[in-house]
C-alpha cells in the first residue's frame, strides 16, 4: 500500500485523478491547497504546479517524490520544476496509464537517481551529497545494489551507514521481501545466537518454546547487521555458515534447513585490525569483504556540509512549524570548519537545538553550541577523540561528563556488561550513550561462556 498526497484546486480534475489512482489500489489523501503539515506516512506527493509555486521546502518534504502537473504544456516550466526536485511534470489531460505510471517511476527510482534539491544540492534519496566522494558513493551504490554480494559498510558513527544499506535493499530485486536489522551491539551477547538463529525447546535455561531467529525472517530478503565487529566469534562462526551453506542450525537444533538472504554488514571499527587481534574471524572478514563502501567522515565532504545544513534546517523548521530561519554567514562558516565527531547526525541534532533555542529569524553561530576551536582542517583531528566533544552548558553536561570519565577509565578493565552494570543502565543504553558521545568500544572482548548449542 503506497500513501499518496494529491493536492488539486480544481474539483473535476482532483476526482478524475483520484479515481485513476484508487483503481491502482493507492491510498490517498486529497487537499485543495497545500496542508500546512505533510503527514509524515506520505510516500509520494502530486501537486498542482501552481501550487508549488513558492511553497518553501516542497522538495525534500519526508524524502518523498514529489510529481507536478498543469494543463499548461510549457517546457519551460517542466524543467525548471525537474531541476529544483520534482521527480517529473505532467501536462493534463494525461494520457491512459501516464499518471500511474509516472507514479510507479518516481517511486521505484527514488533510490536510483540521484535529484537535485532546491539550493541544487544532489540528493541520492534520502541522502544527500554532491561532492566528489559522495557521487562516488552513490555510483558504486547503483552498481552493487542490483547483484547478490555481500556488502561491508564501513564509516565512522552517524555517516549514514544504515541509510545505506536501506538504499540497497530498496534498489535490489529483494525491494518487496523485508529487510531485518540488528545492531549486534545492542543485546546481550548471550542473546545474540539465538536472536539471530533461533532456538529450539529447551536449548538452554529460559527457552520455553521454540523460536526462529532474524536471519529466517529475512528469508529471501535482506539482514542487516549493524557494527557486526560486535558480533561474538562463536557468532561469526554460524554466520558465516549460513552464508557458505545457505542453511541454518537452530540453536539446540541438530537439523539445518536452507535459507536465502544477501547480508550487508556495516562497522565503525577496522574489522581488519580485529581480524589481526583473533577478535574477528578472517575468514567471515574476506567472506564479507567482497564490496566494501567507505562513508566518508562529514570533515571530507567540503560543501556538503553547509547543504546538510540548510537541508535540515529547512526540515526542522517544517516539522517545528516554524518559519524558516537561516544562518547567519558566521554560522555556516562554523559548521563548515567544525570537526563533527558525530558526523551528520550530530550536525542534525546542533541545528535542532539552534532552532529551537533561536529567537530572531536568523541563527547565530553560538546557539550550534559548539566548540569553535574544534576545527576539521586542524589535522590531528581524530573523530574518536573525546576531547573533541562539543562544549556545552556546564550545569547540563556534569552528568554526562561523569559519564565519559567513567567509561574512558574503566573500559578497559571489564566488559559492556559490566560496565553497563556499574553505571546502573541497560547495555544498550550504555551502547547508545557511546555514540551520541561519540566515545565508540575500543576495548577487546573478553569470550564469553559457550551455550549449549
Ligand atoms: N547524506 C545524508 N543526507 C541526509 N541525512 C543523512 C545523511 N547521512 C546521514 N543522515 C542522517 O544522519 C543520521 C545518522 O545516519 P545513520 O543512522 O544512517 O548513520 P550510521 O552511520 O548508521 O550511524 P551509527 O554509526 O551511529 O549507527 C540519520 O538521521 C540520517 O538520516
Ligand atoms: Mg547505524
Redesign the pocket.
Known amino acids: 500500500m503506497t500513501n499518496v498526497l494529491l493536492i488539486v484546486p480544481d474539483p473535476e480534475m482532483r476526482e478524475s485523478m483520484r479515481n485513476q489512482l484508487q483503481a491502482n489500489s493507492y491510498v490517498i489523501e486529497c487537499h485543495s491547497s497545500f496542508p500546512l503539515q505533510t503527514p509524515a506516512s506520505m510516500q509520494i506527493i502530486l501537486c498542482h504546479a501552481e501550487l508549488a509555486e513558492g511553497v518553501n521546502g516542497l522538495f525534500g518534504v519526508n524524502d518523498c517524490p514529489v510529481i507536478l502537473f498543469s494543463k499548461d504544456a510549457d517546457i519551460k516550466k517542466a524543467v525548471a520544476a525537474v531541476r529544483e526536485g520534482a521527480a517529473d511534470y505532467l501536462v493534463y489531460p494525461f494520457l491512459p496509464d501516464e499518471l500511474v505510471a509516472a507514479v510507479e517511476r518516481a517511486l521505484g527510482s527514488r533510490y536510483l537517481h540521484p535529484h537535485p534539491v532546491a539550493g541544487e544540492a544532489m540528493v541520492f534519496y ?4 554532491r561532492c566528489e566522494l559522495m557521487l562516488e558513493l552513490f555510483a558504486r551504490i547503483q552498481k552493487v545494489a542490483p547483484t547478490e554480494s555481500t556488502v561491508l559498510i564501513e ?1 565512522e ?7 545505506v544499506a536501506r538504499a540497497l535493499h530498496a534498489s535490489s530485486s529483494r525491494q518487496q521481501a523485508p529487510l531485518i536489522s540488528l545492531n549486534c551491539a545492542a543485546i546481550p551477547e548471550t542473546l545474540i545466537e539465538s536472536e539471530l538463529f533461533g532456538h529450539e525447546r529447551g536449548a538452554f535455561t529460559g527457552a520455553t518454546s521454540m523460536r526462529s531467529g532474524l536471519i529466517e525472517s529475512a528469508d529471501n530478503g535482506t539482514l542487516f547487521l ?1 557494527e557486526i565487529g560486535e558480533l561474538p566469534v562463536e557468532a561469526q562462526a554460524r554466520l558465516l555458515r549460513v552464508l557458505q551453506e545457505g542453511e541454518i542450525r537452530r540453536v539446540g537444533s541438530t537439523r539445518t534447513h536452507k535459507v536465502n538472504i544477501r547480508l550487508i554488514a ?1 562497522t ?1 571499527r577496522n574489522l581488519k585490525a580485529l581480524t589481526k587481534t583473533g577478535h574477528f574471524r578472517d575468514d567471515l572478514y574476506y567472506r564479507l569483504n567482497v564490496v566494501s563502501l567507505q ?1 566518508p567522515p562529514l570533515r571530507d565532504r567540503g560543501g556538503d556540509i553547509a547543504d ?1 545544513a540548510n ?1 535540515f534546517l529547512g526540515k526542522i523548521c517544517k516539522t517545528l512549524n516554524r518559519p524558516l530561519l537561516t544562518l547567519s554567514p558566521a554560522t555556516t562558516a562554523a559548521i563548515s570548519n567544525y570537526n563533527w565527531p558525530g558526523n ?2 550530530e550536525l ?1 541534532n546542533a541545528i535542532e537545538r539552534a532552532v529551537i533555542l533561536c529567537d530572531g529569524n536568523v541563527i547565530e553561530a553560538d546557539a550550534l553550541a559548539i566548540d569553535h576551536s574544534v576545527v576539521a582542517n586542524a589535522g590531528t583531528a581524530n573523530a574518536h577523540d573525546s576531547s573533541a566533544e562539543p562544549v556545552e552548558d556546564e550545569s547540563h553536561n556534569s552528568l554526562e561528563d561523569y559519564f565519559v570519565k567513567f567509561v574512558m577509565e574503566h573500559q578497559d578493565q571489564c566488559t559492556e556488561t559490566e560496565l553497563a552494570h556499574q553505571l546502573g543502565i541497560s547495555r544498550k543504553s550504555l551502547w547508545e550513550r557511546r ?1 551520541r558521545l561519540s566515545i565508540p568500544r575500543t576495548k577487546t572482548r573478553r569470550k564469553t561462556p559457550r551455550r549449549n548449542s
Open positions: 534520502p541522502m544527500l551529497g564509516g558513527s552517524g555517516t549514514g551507514k544504515e541509510l549493524d556495516a565503525h562513508l546538510l537541508y551528520v547526525r542534525e555514540q
